[in-house]
């Protein structure tokens, strides 16, 4: 590969630049690079451009000029209004967060103070009879051991009944003594001994104050109960029992959560100290364990920080929890709002952004596009015409005429597109003439003496043997005559040098009389290669002469041809008695005889490149190996 460097006298490509006071002559960038004949021509060329400055780190520069500019206009047109949406829509959402927020707390006080009056109403109706004289006296009669009578089942009967109390909710009232034995029972509820235990266990807990639990019975289904322990009245310190009420869990939901909601999926719960669900709009979470659930253990933790309010995932959807926690039962009465209700009504001013911010995008991107075009239109011709390559490309012009700096570099390159195609032509022009003269001078470098001593022997062998192998021989030499002199053809099918060579053979046969034979390993593809005229016969020659330099030398050659990836591989080999490689790059040594490999090598090197000539791989008393490899483009 040749590099042709040009200067171009009607252009100064140096950028001259202010800088302190001073003149910095700084050197530009490569300017064109074109590929003609197979040869690479380099071209570098500079503009005067006057007091320009540098104003972009280097980083910015290793980014193509086109992606700058489109980066730059989206950036310009977009950053505003995506900001100005991003803050209204968050002052937007933030408003409708604390609306509602505002809005559920309310809702929860209202709530509160709703179950806080009613089941005040019970906590006062058990207080009364707990410290009526019946129950007193009835439960200390049971724990001193007395039996159990009807008197005091019937006085307890008749005292719940004289009190006035008017309500669907209630379903059962025990009274139960400080062993746990059941004194009166209104209505069985047909619970396990281990959950009535619990329920006493929990009431205990809570004293003094009362508890507030959730049970679920097979007879009546699901119910709440309100539990108080019993103090003796005249010494308050000694406890004689327990009275439980039960009340319905569907009716006292009813009571509480009618006609609250904030959206499908959201929910209220009643949820009492040890996490249990005690009471909720969702039936399906009622008696559930949430002590290990991470949005109970939130609700407790922000409790103690002094919230009443978080974000949490429930359910793999964004919900907004909002809790009261009341004393006096020990309970927790939360609502869970999903986020969706929350910015839902973002919606309209969501689509308003984005409708603007779409109409935004499109006039920057025809902007932008408009100003690219201007701007990248003639740059990509400038650069589709420094890259040329083919002979078609390179004779093409810019043929901008526009008055603004691209159309000067435009013109400019046109002029020397010019200059560059006269000169590659010339240049062309003149490797064209080396390589016939050079095949000329191949066509007569045959050796004289091997012509003269041919036709002596054959003159011999005729006169003495009088037998017709005269006429085989004078057919062979006409034929390699007719080829080397007649045919002007540079490249020829390798069946016809194959030919050729073995007309060669045959003559030197005659000549050294079976003190060397002939080996041929030829695929069917390879016939269909072309390949330069006589690149065969100075190799067998090589080694016919340096394989029988003695009387009693004999050897074999081997010529075989393979295709493999579109590439022709030749390889002649010899048993001979081999040779120091050094010796190649001595042009005139006598390895080099007759047409010489050194012309082999330079003619394949000069048709095909550098990376196409002759390979030789030999050592003393191992045989020479001669390597000849022809690309695809010699296929026909």
Same mark, same amino acid.
């Given at each position: 590969?040749?590099?042709?460097?040009?200067?171009?006298?009607?252009?100064?490509?140096?950028?001259?630049?202010?800088?302190?006071?001073?003149?910095?002559?700084?050197?530009?960038?490569?300017?064109?690079?074109?590929?003609?004949?197979?040869?690479?021509?380099?071209?570098?060329?500079?503009?005067?451009?006057?007091?320009?400055?540098?104003?972009?780190?280097?980083?910015?520069?290793?980014?193509?000029?086109?992606?700058?500019?489109?980066?730059?206009?989206?950036?310009?047109?977009?950053?505003?209004?995506?900001?100005?949406?991003?803050?209204?829509?968050?002052?937007?959402?933030?408003?409708?967060?604390?609306?509602?927020?505002?809005?559920?707390?309310?809702?929860?006080?209202?709530?509160?103070?709703?179950?806080?009056?009613?089941?005040?109403?019970?906590?006062?109706?058990?207080?009364?009879?707990?410290?009526?004289?019946?129950?007193?006296?009835?439960?200390?009669?049971?724990?001193?051991?007395?039996?159990?009578?009807?008197?005091?089942?019937?006085?307890?009967?008749?005292?719940?009944?004289?009190?006035?109390?008017?309500?669907?909710?209630?379903?059962?009232?025990?009274?139960?003594?400080?062993?746990?034995?059941?004194?009166?029972?209104?209505?069985?509820?047909?619970?396990?001994?281990?959950?009535?235990?619990?329920?006493?266990?929990?009431?205990?807990?809570?004293?003094?104050?009362?508890?507030?639990?959730?049970?679920?019975?097979?007879?009546?289904?699901?119910?709440?109960?309100?539990?108080?322990?019993?103090?003796?009245?005249?010494?308050?310190?000694?406890?004689?029992?327990?009275?439980?009420?039960?009340?319905?869990?569907?009716?006292?939901?009813?009571?509480?959560?009618?006609?609250?909601?904030?959206?499908?999926?959201?929910?209220?719960?009643?949820?009492? &100290? *040890?996490?249990? +669900? @005690?009471? %909720?709009?969702?039936?399906? $979470? #009622?008696?559930?364990?949430?002590?290990?659930? /991470? !949005?109970?253990?939130?609700?407790?933790?922000?409790?103690?920080?002094?919230?009443?309010?978080?974000?949490?995932?429930?359910?793999?959807?964004?919900?907004?929890?909002?809790?009261?926690?009341?004393?006096?039962?020990?309970?927790?009465?939360?609502?869970?709002?999903?986020?969706?209700?929350?910015?839902?009504?973002?919606?309209?001013?969501?689509?308003?952004?984005?409708?603007? &911010? *779409?109409?935004? +995008? @499109?006039? %920057?991107?025809?902007?932008? $596009? #408009?100003?690219?075009?201007?701007?990248?239109? /003639? !740059?990509?011709?400038?650069?589709?015409?420094?890259?040329?390559?083919?002979?078609?490309?390179?004779?093409?012009?810019?043929?901008?005429?526009?008055?603004?700096?691209?159309?000067?570099?435009?013109?400019?390159?046109?002029?020397?597109?010019?200059?560059?195609?006269?000169?590659?032509?010339?240049?062309?022009?003149?490797?064209?003439?080396?390589?016939?003269?050079?095949?000329?001078?191949?066509?007569?470098?045959?050796?004289?003496?091997?012509?003269?001593?041919?036709?002596?022997?054959?003159?011999?062998?005729?006169?003495?043997?009088?037998?017709?192998?005269?006429?085989?021989?004078?057919?062979?030499?006409?034929?390699?005559?007719?080829?080397?002199?007649?045919?002007?053809?540079?490249?020829?099918?390798?069946?016809?040098?194959?030919?050729?060579?073995?007309?060669?053979?045959?003559?030197?046969?005659?000549?050294?009389?079976?003190?060397?034979?002939?080996?041929?390993?030829?695929?069917?593809?390879?016939?269909?290669?072309?390949?330069?005229?006589?690149?065969?016969?100075?190799?067998?020659?090589?080694?016919?002469?340096?394989?029988?330099?003695?009387?009693?030398?004999?050897?074999?050659?081997?010529?075989?041809?393979?295709?493999?990836?579109?590439?022709?591989?030749?390889?002649?080999?010899?048993?001979?008695?081999?040779?120091?490689?050094?010796?190649?790059?001595?042009?005139?040594?006598?390895?080099?005889?007759?047409?010489?490999?050194?012309?082999?090598?330079?003619?394949?090197?000069?048709?095909?490149?550098?990376?196409?000539?002759?390979?030789?791989?030999?050592?003393?008393?191992?045989?020479?190996?001669?390597?000849?490899?022809?690309?695809?483009?010699?296929?026909?």
């Amino acid at each position: 590969m040749y590099s042709l460097y040009l200067k171009m006298d009607f252009i100064d490509f140096f950028c001259r630049c202010p800088y302190n006071s001073g003149n910095v002559w700084i050197d530009c960038s490569h300017f064109a690079q074109t590929e003609a004949w197979g040869k690479t021509h380099v071209f570098y060329m500079s503009l005067n451009a006057q007091k320009t400055r540098e104003f972009s780190p280097n980083v910015l520069r290793r980014i193509k000029l086109r992606t700058r500019l489109f980066v730059t206009f989206l950036i310009i047109s977009l950053v505003p209004v995506i900001t100005i949406g991003i803050f209204s829509y968050h002052a937007y959402t933030q408003s409708m967060n604390e609306k509602v927020k505002q809005a559920a707390l309310q809702s929860i006080e209202l709530l509160n103070n709703n179950m806080s009056t009613l089941l005040g109403i019970y906590s006062d109706y058990i207080g009364s009879i707990s410290v009526s004289d019946t129950v007193q006296n009835g439960v200390a009669s049971v724990n001193k051991g007395h039996p159990l009578t009807s008197g005091i089942v019937s006085g307890i009967s008749e005292m719940i009944v004289t009190i006035p109390f008017q309500s669907t909710h209630l379903k059962n009232i025990r009274v139960v003594s400080n062993d746990r034995t059941v004194i009166y029972d209104l209505g069985y509820d047909d619970i396990t001994p281990q959950r009535f235990n619990e329920l006493l266990d929990n009431i205990e807990a809570a004293s003094p104050q009362d508890s507030l639990q959730y049970i679920h019975t097979y007879r009546a289904n699901d119910k709440i109960v309100i539990g108080r322990k019993i103090y003796d009245m005249h010494h308050t310190s000694t406890p004689l029992g327990y009275i439980m009420l039960y009340i319905d869990e569907s009716q006292l939901s009813r009571y509480i959560f009618t006609d609250v909601s904030f959206g499908e999926g959201s929910n209220f719960l009643l949820i009492d &100290a *040890a996490g249990n +669900v @005690v009471s %909720s709009q969702n039936a399906e $979470l #009622l008696g559930e364990d949430l002590a290990d659930d /991470p !949005i109970f253990q939130q609700i407790t933790a922000h409790r103690q920080a002094g919230e009443n309010n978080f974000l949490c995932e429930l359910n793999g959807v964004d919900t907004l929890t909002i809790f009261k926690y009341n004393t006096t039962y020990n309970v927790y009465l939360a609502a869970t709002i999903p986020q969706a209700y929350i910015t839902n009504g973002t919606r309209t001013i969501n689509m308003m952004l984005i409708a603007l &911010a *779409a109409v935004l +995008v @499109v006039v %920057s991107l025809f902007l932008t $596009l #408009l100003v690219y075009r201007s701007v990248m239109h /003639p !740059i990509d011709n400038m650069v589709a015409a420094c890259n040329a390559k083919s002979d078609e490309e390179i004779g093409l012009k810019i043929n901008d005429p526009s008055p603004d700096e691209l159309g000067f570099l435009a013109r400019t390159i046109d002029n020397m597109v010019n200059e560059i195609g006269l000169l590659a032509q010339r240049w062309s022009d003149d490797q064209r003439k080396m390589r016939e003269l050079e095949l000329q001078t191949l066509q007569y470098q045959i050796n004289p003496h091997f012509l003269f001593n041919t036709l002596n022997t054959l003159k011999w062998i005729a006169t003495l043997n009088h037998v017709t192998p005269v006429s085989h021989g004078i057919d062979a030499l006409s034929s390699l005559l007719q080829s080397t002199l007649i045919k002007k053809d540079e490249l020829i099918p390798f069946d016809d040098e194959l030919r050729n060579l073995k007309n060669y053979c045959d003559i030197q046969q005659l000549r050294y009389a079976g003190r060397f034979e002939m080996e041929y390993q030829i695929e069917d593809a390879a016939g269909y290669w072309t390949v330069p005229r006589f690149i065969l016969q100075p190799l067998v020659e090589n080694s016919i002469l340096h394989g029988t330099a003695d009387e009693d030398d004999f050897v074999t050659i081997t010529v075989r041809a393979t295709v493999s990836e579109n590439l022709l591989t030749i390889h002649i080999s010899d048993t001979g008695c081999g040779f120091d490689p050094s010796a190649i790059k001595e042009k005139n040594s006598e390895r080099f005889s007759g047409i010489g490999l050194s012309n082999v090598d330079e003619r394949m090197r000069l048709h095909y490149g550098n990376e196409y000539g002759l390979t030789i791989e030999s050592a003393p008393g191992t045989g020479t190996q001669c390597i000849l490899r022809i690309p695809n483009e010699a296929i026909r």
